[in-house]
């Protein structure tokens, strides 16, 4: 085994058959996995032989499937110094970015010309919680990450509404017979300090066999941060799991993942005549006794029952919790006339969300007029309970100097009062079928059906309203495999999102309907040249309606006739070059505007048809270039560029395109430990992840990281 995980450089440089069964330090956290029906997700490539949960519950492989689908492998993300899910997913899947604030919970992407949490659904090993106030804080850290299934496109037919622009789909680590041991440290520049642990094996194994099996995976970070003040950060990650496996066609997994966030209480950063001067690049505008914190829990149980070899039935009960606090000053604008940085949105909220709910789904394989056929049916159902403290009453602003300020305190007249209670049932009905109509071609078709009930209660008031949604989503899918290593694919989907988000629906919004869209797509992907090449190339084209425009003689809120559409190509690679290079890269680029969308400015109609969408890019693109220069050190670099967006429907406040250059070099000190050099953003690029802006003028962007530096130690025993 010592000699095996010798030649960890090695392992990327392989093809994807041999990557499955290669062992690394990296591999050791998720090999042996002891769950029913988990592949790995091999350490290189695309990963289009492996099946993938995400795109369709029958377990196809991504050569089987009719979408576009990233598996990411975690060994992948933590080799290239990628701590964060949003650093995983928008530096390695295709065509997604991230749009990331502390007011949506650092959790929040573009895809498909689409953005937000109500349109880019995001899961934690399929199980979704359900967006709150246009919030998600989990999850967030790569440590327990098995693999990152990112499905590109309406996915409705799959997890409900809230789904046009994709799923992203955390997979964690499981239980595992396998001993397991694996611990890494990591010291960085502006204080960072990273501690991690890996732990699982067999229990009791010569009184039980392999019955009984855990996961214990815990990571923390902190560091001071590169803005001051306030700007340091702390979180905690906790994910343990217990398998009882009985027989090999039975099995019973109790986990439970715990995340504890303190995250910068960073807003932004003025702009001063358009630009962020050096001067103040480093400055944070927000009061002094600023807070935010965010605690989510997920338990879930999961069992999986195989009673013949055409049959499983699957079934996950689940109870999600989260918590959260801001208090905050939110906005800030520099002042041309006084030369002072405005502020406002003085804000303090809390949230507490409950989710309880059961899945259940069966799987059956078998004939219809000889020819094979696979079938998946089942239901979800669940209820969340939504409880929100705001101070909306509150307002106040302030002015500071743009250097040499004192942020002052957050005032005590200003603080939250509990504002309104939701409760949200929801039932669902959903399945999936392929039938082989011959031994290259294969027709997939999938629907699913929700109901959710929401009660809302003002506690203020005591005002209740109630309403009652259905969602339908469904696909029509062709496959044509020329070879066994080859895939040609033409779908349809339909979907749904909310017109906000759904389960803190205003009563202003409770009248109008789910909006809708549809997308065509056709593609390709393939193996070649005994896998050390892979690739997939997919052009689509989405449409959404029932867009909320804003006009004048209607309604405060607007009548409901926008219309929103994106076109685009999306091409995907993995090739290893020759002995000792390898090359891993994706390039989306695409076509996305308002079709029809108008909205009310000082009382006059404006249209924004033929408008670039807010936050959305125009073309994304990553590169990942590894070499082996002599034995026992691998070098690795990374581009990633994304195109310019905008921050208002006018499209005249612009964010700037950006490329960033990450590096990382490793070094196999011994069989088992290996010591990692990661460089982030090399040339210390002033790049904006979000944005804001009034009358068309931007005022503050959310600046991302400058150059910084870490140095790893990954140990395995």
């Known amino acids: 085994m010592a000699a095996v995980i010798a ?108 953005a937000g949490p109500n349109s880019i659904q995001q899961l934690y090993d399929g199980t979704r919680l359900y967006v709150g106030a246009g919030t998600v804080t989990f999850p967030f850290d790569t440590w327990n990450v098995e693999r990152i299934e990112v499905l590109r496109g309406p996915s409705s037919v799959l997890y409900g509404d809230g789904a046009i622009g994709g799923v992203i789909n955390v997979v964690t680590k499981k239980p595992t017979f396998v001993p397991i041991n694996t611990a890494r440290a990591v010291v960085g520049s502006d204080g960072v300090a990273r501690l991690a642990f890996d732990s699982g094996g067999g229990i009791a194994q010569a009184e039980f066999g392999d019955t009984f099996a855990y996961r214990l995976n815990v990571s923390g970070n902190r560091a001071d941060g590169w803005v001051r003040p306030e700007g340091d950060f702390r979180n905690l990650a906790v994910s343990a799991a217990l398998l009882f ?77 989260s918590s959260r606090h801001w208090l905050d ?62 101070n909306f009453y509150f307002d106040q602003s302030t002015s500071v100097l743009l250097t040499g300020y004192d942020p002052g305190l957050f005032p005590q007249d200003g603080r939250a009062v509990p504002a309104y209670a939701t409760r949200t049932t929801q039932v669902s009905v959903f399945a999936e079928d392929r039938l082989q109509l011959t031994d290259r071609l294969s027709f997939l078709t999938g629907v699913r059906f929700d109901v959710p009930t929401l009660h809302r209660e003002d506690l203020q008031t005591g005002a209740q309203f109630d309403r009652t949604f259905h969602a339908l989503g469904y ?63 997919a052009g689509y ?31 995907a690679l993995g090739w290893a070059i020759a002995p000792g290079w390898r090359l891993d890269g994706n390039l989306a680029l695409l076509h996305a505007q308002y079709d029809n969308f108008t909205q009310t400015v000082n009382g006059v109609a404006v249209s924004y048809a033929g408008n670039q969408p807010l936050d959305v890019p125009e073309r994304i693109a990553n590169l990942w270039l590894s070499w082996d220069p002599v034995r026992d050190w691998t070098a690795r670099v990374g581009l990633q560029n994304v195109g310019q967006v905008y921050s208002d429907f006018g499209n005249t406040a612009r964010r700037p395109a950006y490329t960033l250059v990450n590096l990382v070099l490793d070094h196999q000190v011994t069989a088992q430990s290996r010591l990692s050099l990661r460089v982030y953003n090399l040339f210390d690029k002033v790049y904006a992840i979000s944005g804001n802006a009034v009358d068309g003028v931007g005022t503050n962007w959310l600046l991302g990281r400058p150059r910084s530096f870490e140095v790893a130690y990954t140990v395995s025993w």
């Open 475 to 537: 696909r029509f899918g062709l496959v044509y495999n020329p070879t066994p290593d080859s895939a040609l694919y033409a779908q349809y989907s339909v979907a749904t999102d909310p017109v906000g988000s759904l389960i803190t629906l205003s009563q202003s919004l409770a009248g109008f309907k789910l909006a809708t869209g549809d997308q065509i797509e056709v593609g390709a992907k393939g193996v070649a040249f005994a896998g050390a090449l892979e690739w997939t190339l």
């Open 7 to 114: 030649q960890v450089p090695l392992a990327l440089l392989m093809t994807q058959a041999e990557a499955q069964d290669a062992v690394t330090l990296d591999q050791l956290s998720v090999e042996g996995e002891a769950g029913i029906g988990l592949d790995r997700a091999a350490p290189a490539g695309l990963n289009l032989r492996t099946p993938d949960r995400a795109a369709s519950r029958l377990g196809l492989t991504l050569l089987e499937t009719p979408a576009s689908v990233d598996i990411v492998s975690g060994e992948t993300a933590r080799l290239r110094g990628q701590d964060t899910i949003a650093d995983a997913v928008t530096q390695d899947a295709t065509g997604i970015t991230t749009i990331a604030a502390p007011g949506n919970g650092n959790g929040a992407f573009t895809s498909r010309g689409f």
């Open 245 to 321: 496996r009985p027989s090999a066609d039975f099995a019973v997994t109790l986990s439970h993942d715990l995340g504890y966030q303190e995250p910068a209480r960073y807003w932004g950063t003025p702009l001063v005549e358009g630009r962020i001067p050096d001067l103040i690049r480093f400055n944070n505008y927000n009061v002094h006794d600023a807070k935010i914190t965010w605690a989510d829990n997920w338990t879930q149980l999961k069992s999986e029952w195989s009673p013949t070899a055409d049959i499983t039935i699957r079934n996950t009960a689940y109870r999600l919790t």
């Open 541 to 571: 084209r989405i449409v959404k309606n029932n867009l909320i425009s804003r006009l004048p003689g209607s309604s405060a809120v607007g009548v409901q006739v926008g219309s929103q559409s994106s076109q685009g190509v999306e091409l």
């Open 329 to 390: 000053v939110e906005q800030y604008a520099f002042n041309r006339q006084t030369g002072l940085v405005d502020r406002s949105d003085y804000l303090e909220i809390y949230h507490s969300q409950e989710q309880i709910g059961d899945r259940l789904d069966a799987t059956f394989r078998g004939d219809i007029l000889g020819r094979p056929n696979q079938f998946v049916a089942g239901f979800d159902v669940n209820r969340i309970d939504f409880r929100h403290t705001n």
